[in-house]
């Protein structure tokens, strides 16, 4: 199927690791990628190609992608780190494809 | 430094059509790819379609295909996202996204617009 798909909301305690799941058929041949959009602001990419990190985002963001499913985690998450988390790749016809979007609540 | 700077709020009557320009600055937008992506309020994120800036290629969602039209002006370092009958449901910020250096970069679409808000009501 050309879709992917995420939890609605993931919450933790501050300093937990906190873990969002991106699943479809995409991933198993094409790269996740993860972008995080603060209330009000333009989405801003923290992960690429399934695992690699732009320069200025923080160590405690990882991606890794097995089979289906691509996992972005944050280690010691912090309130700073709440936002709506979107996985991103593309379809069997190269076009761009969103997951629906993962609230993460940090408290 | 790199900059993607689109058009401002438009309000439109439905079967109007609205085009939102995103020009680029502080890199080389002949060397990008160019995407779309909408989303209505509160609610998730939806590509629409890119262009290839070189060849002026474009691709769109299927369910795009029929409404919207990519275009871009070099001389400018402008791109533009054409949407026509336009309904309610087309209301959503619109944004634009460059994938520079794509053939050599892996970073993929990592410079956004800022949004721009288009209201489609009677």
């Known amino acids: 199927s050309s879709e992917l798909t995420q939890p609605p909301s993931v919450s933790v305690s501050p300093g937990q690791t906190a873990r969002i799941t991106c699943s479809g058929d995409?991933?198993?041949?094409?790269?996740a990628y993860w972008y995080q959009q603060k209330s009000g602001q333009a989405p801003a990419l923290v992960i690429y190609?399934?695992?690699e990190r732009p320069s200025g985002i923080p160590e405690r963001f990882s991606g890794s992608s097995s089979g289906t499913v691509a996992t972005l985690t944050i280690h010691g998450a912090q309130v700073a780190d709440e936002a709506d988390y979107y996985c991103y790749s593309h379809n069997s016809d190269d076009r761009g494809l969103f997951g629906g979007g993962t609230k993460l609540t940090v408290l | 430094q790199v900059q993607l700077v689109q058009s401002g709020p438009e309000v439109k009557k439905p079967g109007t059509s609205v085009k939102v320009s995103c020009k680029a600055s502080?890199?080389?937008?002949?060397?990008?790819?160019v995407q779309w992506v909408r989303q209505p309020r509160g609610r998730r994120l939806e590509w629409i379609g890119w262009?290839?800036?070189?060849?002026?290629?474009?691709d769109y969602a299927q369910k795009f295909q029929e409404r919207v039209t990519i275009s871009r002006d070099m001389s400018t370092s402008t791109v533009y996202m054409e949407v026509s009958s336009l309904r309610s449901e087309d209301t959503a910020v619109y944004y634009c996204a460059a994938y520079r250096d794509f053939e050599s970069s892996p970073l993929g679409f990592d410079s956004w617009g800022q949004g721009t808000l288009v209201t489609v009501s009677a």
């Open positions: 262009i290839t800036v070189v060849n002026g290629n474009t």
């Open positions: 502080g890199f080389i937008l002949s060397d990008s790819v």
């Open positions: 190609e399934d695992n």
């Open positions: 995409a991933l198993s041949k094409k790269y």
